[in-house]
Structures are given as structure tokens and as C-alpha cells.
């Protein structure tokens, strides 16, 4: 099973490229979209759209991601492998949060020309790198052929908290269709059982909310933090959209400390 998350949209036939350079090298590929509405060289969003689908997908599985501002530069074609998935797109950071989460074994630059498209172009490796890549790993070529292992891939600050006299400091991931503020601290990093509120700083305002484990444990339209579905801790208004209200963005700043 392959996995295709991107920013390509479906007006262009980039997406079926991609899909029919898997099925060439493997008729029996199962292809699965996350989503190729990722917003255009939104690395950020990419990645967490991947790390929220990944979790669900079945052993083994590959999950091809492409959101690539970079393509033709100097950047790396990775292949991250997993304890559970393999992991395929650029080395800049869209892969990250997803192959983190499922415990990181070794990471291959994709280098063997056996194992890519013959006649490459510099704006579309997605076809003709990554697409390839993924396909011979569903025909179980081992992931040490692909390259040399290496051993600094690219960690953006979205993929990382930092922990200051006793405050977690994070970003926003993402703004969801409700307007949920979703950030990057984990579920790991609060502790739910235990923290009954928090103090929260963003974009300028400081509050103090219940910490809880549904929407609807406070008032409508009143402030919450809880963890969602993906396993991130959100920002929420009950039956209200968080981010108009506190004006906040996908990278804004959040600092959280339990009381």
C-alpha cells in the first residue's frame, strides 16, 4: 500500500503522473490519497496532515509525500524507515512529524539510479524520483539499496518544542475547518490525568483554561484546551472558531504552563 500526500490539486495531471509511474513498476499497488489539497509549498500543513493519517494505515505501508519548494536544488531524496512504515519525499521536513511518531530506524538518501526514473526532470521528482522509490519498496527492495544512510535530516521547528523554566514552548500546526487552533505539543508533553488548567501566551494574550477532555465540558463559546484527535493539544471555543477570536495563524507562537 502506498500513501500520496501533496499540494498538486487535481486540476493538473501531476497526481496521476505520480500514480502511473507506481503502477508501471507495480500493477498490484494499492493507492490511497491522504490528500493533494496540502496548500501550495505549505511544508508545515503537509506534514501534518501526513503524521494524522499515518497512524491508521496497516504495517508496512509507504507513505509518498510531496510538498517541495525545493525541487532541483540541493536538497535530499530521502527514504525514512520506520518501525511500522516507510516514509518517501523531500529532506525538508514534511516527513518528520509522521515517521517520528513511529520510531525512526534508519533514514537512506535515494541516490541509485536503478531504482529512479532514467530520464529525470529537475521539476518533477515527485514523478520521477519519489514515485519510483515508493513502488520498488512495495516489491520489497531492501531500503539500504536505495543509498547512503544518513544521519542529519532536516528537523524544522514545527517538529520541535522546547521546555523553559517550567513553560512548553510550541507553534501552531495547523488552523482546522473549525477553527480549532491545533498546535505542535503533543499528548506525551501534557499530561492529561494530571493538569486540571493551563496558562496560555498567544499572539499577545494570556489565558487561563480548563484543560479538558471534550468541547462540550465548557459553555458554548467559551475557550477550552483539550487533546484532539491527532493526538496534538488544541485551542478550541465550544461551537466557535478559536483562531478569528485570538487571531492566530498557522507558526504563531504558543507557550503553556500547567498550573
Known amino acids: 500500500m502506498i500513501t500520496l500526500t501533496s499540494d498538486f490539486g487535481l486540476k493538473d495531471p501531476y497526481v496521476a503522473e505520480m500514480k502511473g509511474t ?4 507495480n500493477p ?6 491522504v490528500t493533494q489539497e496540502v496548500e501550495k509549498f505549505n511544508v508545515r500543513m503537509g506534514a501534518f496532515m501526513l503524521a494524522s493519517a499515518a497512524p491508521y494505515f496497516p ?8 510538498v517541495d519548494p525545493g525541487v532541483g536544488t540541493q536538497r535530499r531524496a530521502i527514504l525514512i524507515q520506520a518501525a511500522k512504515a ?4 523531500p529532506d525538508n521536513g514534511v516527513l518528520t512529524l509522521a515517521a517520528q511518531n513511529q520510531s525512526i530506524k534508519h533514514i537512506y538518501q535515494i541516490t541509485n539510479p536503478k531504482l529512479i526514473l532514467s530520464k529525470t526532470s529537475r521539476t518533477f521528482q515527485g514523478r520521477d524520483i519519489f514515485a519510483p522509490a515508493a513502488a520498488f519498496l512495495t516489491k520489497e527492495v531492501a531500503p539500504e539499496e536505495f543509498g547512503a544512510e544518513i544521519k542529519d535530516p532536516v528537523k524544522p521547528d514545527f517538529a520541535q518544542t522546547k521546555r523553559k523554566n517550567g513553560v512548553l514552548i510550541g507553534e501552531v500546526l495547523h488552523i482546522d475547518g473549525f477553527g480549532n487552533i491545533i498546535t505542535n505539543i503533543a499528548e506525551k508533553d501534557i499530561f492529561q490525568n494530571q ?7 498567544l499572539a499577545g494574550v ?5 484543560f479538558c477532555k471534550t468541547y462540550a465540558e465548557v459553555e458554548t463559546n467559551e475557550p477550552v484546551a483539550l487533546i484532539g484527535s491527532h493526538g496534538f493539544m488544541e485551542i478550541a471555543f465550544n461551537q ?3 483562531a478569528e477570536k485570538f487571531h492566530m495563524k498557522s507558526g504563531d507562537k504558543v507557550a503553556v504552563k500547567a498550573v
Open 59 to 66: 504495517e508496512g505501508t509507504v507513505h509518498l509525500a510531496v
Open 240 to 242: 466557535g472558531n478559536a
Open 206 to 210: 494570556s489565558l487561563k483554561l480548563n
Open 22 to 25: 507506481i503502477l508501471t513498476i
Open 28 to 33: 498490484n499497488a494499492t493507492i490511497v490519497d
Open 86 to 89: 516507510f516514509f518517501v519525499g
Open 195 to 201: 493538569a486540571k488548567a493551563i496558562n496560555i501566551e
